[in-house]
């Protein structure tokens, strides 16, 4: 069974910063596409960091410059650096992967739990 597990969110003020990881567990094949999106209350989920299958990164313009995305293959891991932390990032971050299953072959979205990130002012 396939899972991602976040941790890394909390509570820091402005201007902090924080890491947030996403571990994926499980039998699949490969991770075709992998990031973090989030949602803040009474908003629509949005993509805040991205990899592709190529391994290229796409970026929320509002987190450009102060964010980053990166990511361990061995440990199927993807992490968000998130610096200069504004309050409206304050949201719920959700990992996301596209992975091909190895039952099925058939490529497949997952959802982690999200792991909240609020940012004082």
């Known amino acids: 069974q396939v899972r991602l597990v976040e941790s890394g969110g909390g509570l820091v003020e402005a201007g902090g910063s924080l890491r947030l990881s996403c571990a994926a567990s499980g039998s699949f094949i490969s991770i075709n596409a992998m990031g973090w999106y989030r949602q803040a209350p009474g908003k629509q989920r949005e993509l805040v960091a991205l990899f592709s299958h190529s391994g290229s990164t796409n970026y929320a313009d509002s987190v450009t410059g102060r964010f980053t995305i990166s990511r361990d293959n061995r440990k199927r891991t993807v992490y968000l650096q998130m610096n200069s932390l504004k309050p409206e990032d304050t949201a719920v971050y959700y990992c996301?992967?596209?992975?091909?299953?190895?039952?099925?072959?058939?490529?497949?979205?997952?959802w982690g739990q999200g792991t909240q990130v609020t940012v004082s002012s």
């Open positions: 996301n992967a596209d992975l091909t299953e190895s039952s099925t072959y058939s490529r497949r979205g997952y």
